[in-house]
């Protein structure tokens, strides 16, 4: 039977969120920077926090330790990833929960108001609305990198979340619909495209608009030393920098055009 306790735990994970350090980090460097990049292994938390952090913008709830951009205001936000599909089993799930239990994510239930749902894949949502604490109504749109750039064009918004890498034309694309609000954006990866041109912005091209944190398996506490030793050793050896410490991968060997202290 679920306890007073849980259920307050489940309808409001934003207000018991405690992120990893790196987690935070990537956090707190939205107060002085336009562009985030959280470059991470897998399953190590990457998606999870941007999520809280979506969820914190759109309904102005943010967490008694949060030191990160703050909005004043409700926001026009998207968030999107490679494909519909994917879109619905990582980004919506982790916003609203599972379907039939929508408000048992990174969302409040109490600051959730609406669902609309896509057309064309079953029980993918296109639009939700939060209730902001200003009174107003946040919208965080969901995309997929898959409608091709065409569908990225036009409007203005506030937020952008781009969750794996997205090619060049509609990374850039996306970035623009901020142009206007000056609005933050992040991006949260494992870099298995390699040094491409998405990647080279942030790891070479020096600006004071950009931050990247990096996020290795050693840094998710829900890890056990053997745990990390299992996973490590499941994949190929030119994989497990890219897939265990968010290292670019260069094809089968160790190639990197910037220099891999200054990844950590």
Known sequence: METEKTRRLTENRLQYYRPYKRQKEFHDAGALYRERLLCAANQVGKTFAAAMELAAHASGQYPSWWQGYRFDRAIRAWAAGETA?????????????????????????????????????????????????????????????????????????????????????????????????????????????????????????KSPDRYVTTMTLDDAAHYSAEDRARITAQYPEHERDTRTRGIPQMGSGRVFLVDEEKLF
Not at 144 to 170: K, N, V
Not at 178 to 192: D, Y
């Open 85 to 205: 599909e994917v879109v619905r089993a990582t980004i919506q799930l982790l916003l609203l929960g599972e379907p039939g239990r929508h408000g048992t994510g990174c969302i409040p239930k109490s600051a959730l108001l609406e669902v609309v749902p896509a057309r064309g894949t079953a029980e993918l949502a296109d639009i939700i609305r939060v209730q902001h604490v200003s009174g107003d109504v946040s919208t965080i749109s969901l995309k997929a990198y898959s409608q091709g750039r065409e569908r990225f064009q036009g409007a203005t918004i506030d937020y952008l979340w781009l969750d794996e890498e997205p090619d060049a034309s509609i990374f850039s694309e996306s970035l623009t619909r901020t142009n206007i609000a000056r609005g933050p954006s992040v991006l949260t990866f494992t870099p298995l495209k390699g040094m491409s041109t998405v990647v080279k912005r942030y790891l070479l091209d």
